[in-house]
């Protein structure tokens, strides 16, 4: 069993990860804002299976790749805090678009489509693959159990916590485009703030030691 505090900070990640935008959320808002709620509710549905799929797939994977690869844990750790610079710089690179500004004119589909077109945008979603990847073996250590079932209990935490911001997002999209539209200085805090956190996790990541 994972440490609770070790949990937290863990949590506190995927927060971060998950209000950082990337095609999982520039999709929910789309279908949220042009085609309503119901739409982007069928959507977060296909995003959530999408990432029960990378849960499994990312447990058995790090079970082999931990004990089978030397040196694995430090290269995951690197790929990983490269990845968090890389996401800071996205979030305050000159001119980035603001993603609650979604075209208009984007065709209704059905809900079998959003549905599937929700569960692929997921799981061909780089940003979660490299998180599952990179965080994961920060967190997990032999003594406290099996890899497995240690890499399903961050990977239910982080699913659980991905739906409760999405699913709040698909509910309050269309409210917090027009509370970005009346104060785009807002944006800019939201930028620079969420930059700075990934700016924090990457150089804690970094100076962790190996399991």
Same mark, same amino acid.
């Given at each position: 069993? +994972?440490?609770?505090?070790?949990?937290?900070?863990?949590?506190?990640?995927?927060?971060?990860?998950?209000?950082?935008?990337?095609?999982?959320?520039?999709?929910?808002?789309?279908?949220?804002?042009?085609?309503?709620?119901?739409?982007?509710?069928?959507?977060?549905?296909?995003?959530?299976?999408?990432?029960?799929?990378?849960?499994?797939?990312?447990?058995?994977?790090?079970?082999?790749?931990?004990?089978?690869?030397?040196?694995?844990?430090?290269?995951?750790?690197?790929?990983?805090?490269?990845?968090?610079?890389?996401?800071?710089?996205?979030?305050?690179?000159?001119?980035?678009?603001?993603?609650?500004?979604?075209?208009?004119?984007?065709?209704?589909?059905?809900?079998?489509?959003?549905?599937?077109?929700?569960?692929?945008?997921?799981?061909?979603?780089?940003?979660?693959?490299?998180?599952?990847?990179?965080?994961?073996?920060?967190? +997990?250590?032999?003594?406290?159990?099996?890899?497995?079932?240690?890499?399903?209990?961050?990977?239910?935490?982080?699913?659980?916590?991905?739906?409760?911001?999405?699913?709040?997002?698909?509910?309050?999209?269309?409210? +917090?485009?027009?509370?970005?539209?009346?104060?785009?200085?807002?944006?800019?805090?939201?930028?620079?703030?969420?930059?700075?956190?990934?700016?924090?996790?990457?150089?804690?990541?970094?100076?962790?030691?190996?399991?």
């Amino acid at each position: 069993m +994972i440490p609770i505090h070790d949990l937290f900070f863990f949590a506190l990640a995927a927060f971060v990860l998950v209000i950082s935008p990337g095609p999982n959320m520039i999709y929910l808002i789309s279908r949220s804002i042009t085609q309503g709620k119901k739409a982007g509710l069928t959507s977060l549905a296909g995003v959530v299976c999408g990432f029960l799929f990378h849960i499994v797939m990312v447990s058995f994977g790090l079970t082999a790749v931990l004990f089978a690869v030397p040196y694995a844990y430090i290269v995951l750790k690197t790929l990983g805090t490269i990845y968090l610079l890389y996401l800071a710089y996205q979030a305050i690179k000159p001119n980035s678009k603001n993603i609650f500004e979604v075209d208009q004119n984007i065709s209704i589909d059905k809900p079998a489509k959003l549905f599937t077109v929700g569960f692929f945008t997921n799981v061909l979603n780089p940003k979660v693959a490299v998180f599952y990847l990179s965080f994961f073996p920060q967190f +997990i250590k032999p003594e406290y159990g099996s890899i497995f079932t240690q890499s399903l209990e961050l990977g239910i935490i982080q699913t659980f916590i991905s739906f409760t911001i999405n699913f709040i997002i698909v509910l309050t999209a269309a409210k +917090i485009a027009l509370f970005f539209a009346k104060n785009p200085i807002w944006i800019k805090v939201q930028k620079w703030f969420m930059a700075s956190v990934l700016v924090f996790l990457a150089v804690k990541m970094a100076i962790s030691k190996a399991k």
